[in-house]
């Protein structure tokens, strides 16, 4: 079974979502497109927020979310309970945020890492799995419901 992701963010994001969306969807992924739907300036939070309300929910297994410098999405993923967003911008971030702090979304600074490694976090990021371990406990203690 294909793991779902939900993907979006602001227009400071939109090519890369547009891009990484085409490359998940032929990697086998299924994929949905919270928006923004072009690069006119939009509230990144308009389209953050469901995209989390949507994994809470259980709808989709991880999430992606995509602005400027990756502050503001990540800044408005974390205010959901059941979310666990990781700004990464090197490979070993996203492995990490993976491994020790099992993040169901990766936090993407588009104006600060170039495509190939914001496409290279993403695969890490989808493709590692958490560590649980001693990492179980400190993980459950995140979020403050």
Not at 12 to 18: D, L, R
Not at 55 to 79: P, Y
Not at 120 to 128: D, G, P, R, S
Request: aromatic share 8%; hydrophobic share 40%; glycine share 10%.
């Amino acid at each position: 079974m294909a793991k779902k992701i939900a993907i979006g963010g602001d227009h400071a994001g939109f090519e890369y979502k547009k891009e990484l969306i085409e490359k998940l969807q032929k990697q086998g992924y299924e994929v949905k497109d919270f928006g923004p739907f072009s690069d006119s300036s939009v509230d990144y939070p308009d389209y953050v927020h469901p995209l989390c309300t949507a994994i809470e929910k259980g709808e989709f297994d991880q999430g992606i979310v995509i602005c400027g410098s990756g502050n503001g999405v990540a800044m408005t993923a974390n205010k959901h309970q059941g979310i666990r967003a990781a700004l990464c911008w090197n490979t070993a971030l996203a492995s990490l945020a993976r491994r020790h702090n099992d993040a169901n979304v990766i936090a993407l600074p588009a104006r600060f890492v170039n495509f190939q490694d914001a496409e290279n976090m993403v695969e890490i990021f989808l493709t590692t799995e958490f560590e649980g371990g001693r990492h179980n406990n400190r993980v459950n203690k995140i979020a403050c419901g």
